[in-house]
């Protein structure tokens, strides 16, 4: 049984950092692409970045290009979202999610994580 847990979201006030985790369990890690997905209340999932296989190739989301880092760890079978100069839009919640093709289109990733829920204050 495939199983993604998420873990690192909180509280931050405007400007400040928070890091996620996402171990994975169930898979052969390094045969998934990794990507983290967010959503806000009322609103459509969005693309926040992905990571291939080897972490060789990253993509982010227009609206956190130069603020976040995806990484990952593919012997701890655990990947990461580091998240600087943290704004309010950035409040939701956040999903890990694997996948066979290196995508930035939600749909496309095959096993998906809980949540965790990032809350940015102004």
């Known amino acids: 049984q495939v199983q993604l847990v998420e873990s690192g979201g909180g509280f931050v006030q405007a400007g400040g950092s928070l890091s996620l985790s996402c171990a994975a369990s169930?898979?052969?890690?390094?045969?998934?692409?990794m990507g983290w997905v967010r959503q806000a209340p009322g609103e459509a999932r969005e693309f926040v970045a992905s990571?291939?296989?080897?972490?060789?190739?990253?993509y982010y989301g227009d609206s956190v290009e130069d603020r976040f880092t995806i990484s990952r760890d593919n012997a701890k079978n655990t990947v990461y979202l580091q998240m600087d100069n943290l704004k309010p839009e950035d409040t939701a919640v956040y999903y890990c999610?694997?996948?066979?093709?290196?995508?930035?289109?939600?749909?496309?990733?095959?096993?998906w994580g809980q949540g965790t829920q990032v809350t940015v204050s102004s």
């Open positions: 999610a694997a996948g066979r093709m290196l995508t930035q289109v939600p749909s496309q990733y095959r096993y």
């Open positions: 169930g898979l052969s890690f390094s045969d998934y692409t």
């Open positions: 990571i291939s296989w080897h972490g060789t190739s990253t």
